[in-house]
């Protein structure tokens, strides 16, 4: 499967932007996608990951209540709409994919998603 991500840019302090990922090739009914983000001089961190059946999301807390994760089977995408940016959100953010339905414990990890795609930079100014 390959992985295509987009919707990165630079943004002010509160604004919003809405990264998209679209899936092709081999795509994963049932399996789990997911969005990491990377800082530089930081480690890669989980933000949010959803299950194609079921739709069950899963966020990490900085990100509760501010962003949201969506799937669309028809297109093979995920999306990530971001509101409320900080300009501790600025990472380059990747998508990422797993042939499973990863359970709860393992979609927090980024070695369990065997698929990836190239990063999109986000940047929040203050």
């Known amino acids: 499967v390959q992985l295509q991500a987009s919707g990165g840019g630079l943004v002010q302090a509160g604004g919003s932007l809405r990264l998209s990922c679209a899936a092709s090739g081999r795509t994963f009914s049932a399996g789990t996608m997911g969005w990491f983000r990377q800082a530089p001089g930081k480690e890669r961190e989980f933000v949010a990951a959803i299950r194609w059946s079921g739709r069950t999301t899963y966020y990490a807390d900085f990100v509760k209540g501010r962003f949201t994760i969506s799937g669309d089977n028809a297109r093979n995408t995920v999306d990530l709409q971001m509101n409320s940016l900080k300009p501790e959100d600025t990472a380059e953010y990747h998508c990422?994919?797993?042939?499973?339905?990863?359970?709860?414990?393992?979609?927090?990890?980024?070695?369990?998603?065997?698929?990836w795609g190239q990063g999109t930079q986000v940047t929040v100014s203050s």
């Open positions: 990422a994919a797993s042939p499973m339905r990863l359970i709860t414990s393992a979609v927090w990890t980024a070695r369990n998603y065997g698929h």
